[in-house]
Structure formats: structure tokens, C-alpha cells
């Protein structure tokens, strides 16, 4: 039998979510999309989508489930919101950060954070990071300050930083 995943977390989008699942598919490895349901006229009153339009596509990025749902403009994305990938390499936090960023606002990018084309916030951020928040307090101090100066955050920069 199948594990069922606890949580999932389901993005809004207005009408660009089978766009956004397929971008993000194409970014992340052992990533696919699992599952497509389309309105119908049932609540049409509600949605006034188009009956046969895309409403929700399941899909997994590196094995994590996720639902995008198409249900019109009247959520947008926040900050107060990302999604976190943890990155064991350098060249990972590139491809991920020229991947993710690439269409997406520029005035975002900040201690690795970047909103991508779709509105949407991520954090792409070394693996090591919680590790480096467990140090003592001028190791944490060196870290942050560094990271503030950053746009994309760069590995080896940091453990400079947090090894003094």
C-alpha cells in the first residue's frame, strides 16, 4: 500500500498551474506530475472557470507532493511563505538559484531568498545552515552578517565566516 503523504501543501495560482508544476518538474530531480483533474460544470457559478480547464495538478518535486490548484486571481503569493531547498553543494545552490530565479523578480533576491516567475519564494539555502545557528554567538554573528551581504548564498563564504 502506498504511504499517504500527512501534508501537502496546495498552491494558488489564478489559472498557471499546470504551467508552474511543469517548470518546477523540469527543475528538480525525481520530480513528476501525478495527476490532472479539470473543471466541470458542477459550481460553475463559483469558480466561472471554463468547464474542461485545468483545476488541480498533483505533482511531486524530489518526492514531496504537492497540489497546484487554479483558482483565479483573487490570492497572490507572499513572502510570508517559502519554500525551503537544502543544498549540500555549491553548484546545487546554483541550479537551483539560476533555475528558480530565472523570469522571476530581481528586487526578491536577498540572503537567498528569490521570488520565481510565478510569484512564489524560496529560500535556497546550504544544508549546513542549521548546523552553523547551533554555533556560538560570534559564529552565528560572523554567519549572518556575511549572509546579509548576499544575494545567492555562496558555501564557502559562509564557513569562512563561521569558522572565523
Not at 518538474?25 to 495527476?35: D, E, G, K, M, T
Not at 519554500?83 to 553548484?91: A, F, I, K, P, S
Not at 549546513?128 to 546579509?148: A, F, H, N, P, Y
Amino acid at each position: 500500500m502506498e504511504r499517504i503523504q500527512t501534508i501537502t501543501p496546495c498552491l494558488w495560482f489564478d489559472d498557471q498551474g499546470e504551467e508552474a508544476a511543469k517548470f518546477y518538474i523540469s527543475i528538480f530531480p525525481n520530480s513528476r506530475i501525478l495527476q490532472v483533474a479539470h473543471f466541470t460544470e458542477a459550481g460553475h457559478e463559483f469558480h466561472q472557470k471554463e468547464p474542461g480547464s485545468v483545476m488541480t495538478v498533483e505533482f511531486e518535486l524530489d518526492g514531496q507532493r504537492f497540489t497546484a490548484l487554479n483558482g483565479g486571481p483573487m490570492f497572490k503569493f507572499t513572502e510570508a511563505v517559502s519554500l525551503q531547498v537544502n543544498c549540500r553543494t555549491q553548484e546545487d545552490i546554483d541550479h537551483y538559484w539560476l533555475s528558480l530565479s530565472e523570469g522571476g523578480d530581481p528586487e526578491a533576491q536577498q540572503c537567498g531568498w528569490l521570488k520565481d516567475r510565478h510569484g512564489l519564494s524560496w529560500q535556497i539555502v546550504p544544508a549546513q545552515m542549521g548546523e552553523w545557528m547551533k554555533g556560538t554567538d560570534l559564529q552565528c554573528t560572523r554567519v549572518i552578517s556575511t549572509m546579509l551581504k548576499m544575494k545567492k548564498l555562496d558555501i564557502a563564504a559562509l564557513q569562512e565566516a563561521y569558522d572565523g
